[in-house]
């Protein structure tokens, strides 16, 4: 049940912060917040499979993190690390799971980038908190 909540409180937040969307997109969009970041990359095909069953036609729209990704590359080169699409992702889920999640753990094996994804981010969303973005904390 825990898991239904999760996405329940989820597609609330969308709600609230998208209105006007259509709700269908919303639940989607809360689905796969949820969920993705959970999954092996082996799963994933079998989720999206599981998802254009329950969502016909549907197609959720493109999230924007143009500002996050910016500070991320910035972050990066300060802590001469690449900003390669895999990892920039990751961050991304994180960011994503920590709005919709009150704690969570990064798991994997050594060196898979667990501290330094948790890292870029939280220097990232300070340096836009810093720059006067409201939508961003410090950490």
Do not use: W
């Not at 948790?118 to 904390?137: D, E, F, H």
């Amino acid at each position: 049940m825990r898991a239904v909540k999760s996405v329940i409180v989820a597609a609330g937040n969308l709600k609230r912060a998208y209105p006007d969307e259509n709700e269908d997109v919303l639940l989607l969009r809360g689905l796969r917040d949820i969920n993705v970041p959970k999954f092996l990359s082996q799963d994933l095909p079998l989720f999206a499979g599981i998802i254009t069953d329950l969502f016909p036609g549907v197609e959720p729209p493109k999230i924007s993190y143009d500002d996050l990704l910016d500070a991320i590359s910035t972050v990066c080169s300060e802590l001469n690390i690449q900003p390669v699409e895999a990892f920039t992702t990751k961050i991304i889920q994180l960011y994503e799971t920590t709005i919709v999640r009150h704690g969570l753990m990064l798991v994997g094996p050594t060196g898979g980038g667990k501290t330094m994804c948790y890292r870029t981010l939280g220097m990232a969303m300070s340096l836009l908190n810093q720059a006067g973005s409201t939508t961003y904390q410090k950490v």
